[in-house]
């Protein structure tokens, strides 16, 4: 749920040292997940070494990925995420990795500065990675639509996105 009381077009969670949270209180990070009072499940080490070797490429050989934000997109034509910018974390410096799997999406992009800035819409497909990193790491960016059908690696379809952050 958003601060506002809305819900999202998409279903969350997460996995690694903390989870990203977002209900009437706001948005925040947290150890404990809302939904059974318990740690977030452990970061997998093949996410972490994937993560890590992602980072390499924008030169930040000492990223340390502390949460997987897991959001799920279905295919119903309805599912999308508006326009904002990933500004929640203690350190705002560490690259945020994306990668796609599952149907391809329509990806917006735009400046660090203003949302209403002109936005640059993307095509991200599945096995796709996207690095906001110097920049762009504050951009304002939204998922548009999810273009249904286009991949066959989810049973049912949909977009699976896993976005890593290091939080601290």
Sequence with gaps: ????????????????????????????Y??????????????????????QKLALLVDEPHYQPETCLINFYPANGKSKLGLHQDNTEHNLKPCIISISLGDDCIFSIGSNRSRKDPTTDLILRSGDALILHGDSRLAYHAIKKILPGTSRLLKNQGRLNLTFRQIY
């Design 1 to 28: 749920m958003m601060p506002n009381g809305a819900r999202y077009n998409c279903s969350q969670t997460s996995c690694g040292l903390v989870g990203w949270l977002s209900d009437r209180k706001g948005y925040r």
């Design 30 to 51: 947290s150890r404990i997940n809302p939904e059974n009072n318990k740690p977030f499940a452990e970061m997998p080490t093949e996410l972490i070494d994937i993560a």
